[in-house]
């Protein structure tokens, strides 16, 4: 079975400095992504950036990036140059691609605060 | 350019009612999802369908059932709500050949059962 854990239930961070989210998983897939959703205040879950687990290279979307090591089943999220619009509640999650109607499965997620 | 569309954002409902929870989607996906969100919990797995007609039960199905007669319409049931049925819910759709694409989700409704 597959499992996610975010251990920090909060983080805070001060406007226009980095913040790293951390998450790790746990599967027995060879193949899988695994996404970081963001949830602000209206509570409409947002794409923040996905990963394919055979893709090397650590996918970026603007000021999101991610950490992502295999063997360590680690999937960090880095925010930088924060912005007080990031302040929400983010959740890690993973799906394996065999099969279509492949699962996701979310961690516990983190609560971000943006300090100005 | 809403996608996927939730009956009632705030549901209020007494202990024992029958409730149901709409969700519509306008994207022709074939997967749909119900989720429970709770603090410290996450997202949790209700029920999902990956066709018309078609469901399996998530992590949590006990006191829930569901409903897919059409494909953009998955419908979550509570057949006697209960005090611990409180939560946020949340539906959620997807593709069923792109699993990459991740969800697209709905904008939750919050039910409080009294």
């Known amino acids: 079975a597959q499992t996610v854990t975010q251990s920090q239930p909060e983080m805070s961070v001060q406007e226009a400095e980095t913040v790293t989210l951390s998450c790790t998983y746990d599967?027995?897939?060879?193949?899988?992504?695994l996404f970081w959703y963001k949830q602000p205040p209206s509570r409409q879950m947002i794409l923040v950036i996905r990963?394919?687990?055979?893709?090397?290279q650590n996918a970026t979307e603007n000021r999101f990036s991610v950490n992502f090591q295999k063997a360590a089943k680690s999937f960090s999220l880095k925010i930088s140059d924060s912005q007080l619009g990031d302040a929400a509640m983010y959740f890690c999650?993973?799906?394996?691609?065999?099969?279509?109607?492949?699962?996701?499965?979310f961690g516990q997620g983190t609560t971000l605060q943006v300090k100005p | 350019d809403v996608k996927v569309t939730q009956s009632s954002r705030y549901l209020v409902k007494r202990t024992g009612e029958k409730v149901f929870l709409e969700c519509v989607q306008d994207m022709d996906h074939e997967n749909m999802f119900w989720y429970r969100q709770d603090p410290g919990l996450g997202l949790r797995l209700i029920y999902f369908?990956?066709?018309?007609?078609?469901?399996e039960k998530g992590d949590i199905p006990e006191g829930y059932s569901v409903s897919r007669e059409k494909k953009e319409r998955f419908s979550l049931i509570l057949e006697s709500a209960s005090t611990n049925q409180t939560s946020m819910y949340l539906c959620?759709?997807?593709?069923?050949?792109?699993?990459?694409?991740?969800?697209?989700f709905g904008s939750g409704t919050r039910l409080t059962v009294v």
């Open positions: 999650a993973s799906r394996r691609i065999s099969g279509n109607t492949g699962k996701l499965i």
């Open positions: 990963q394919e687990a055979y893709k090397q």
């Open positions: 959620a759709s997807s593709p069923g050949d792109r699993v990459g694409e991740g969800y697209t």
């Open positions: 599967t027995s897939e060879s193949d899988y992504y």
């Open positions: 369908s990956y066709d018309v007609k078609m469901k």
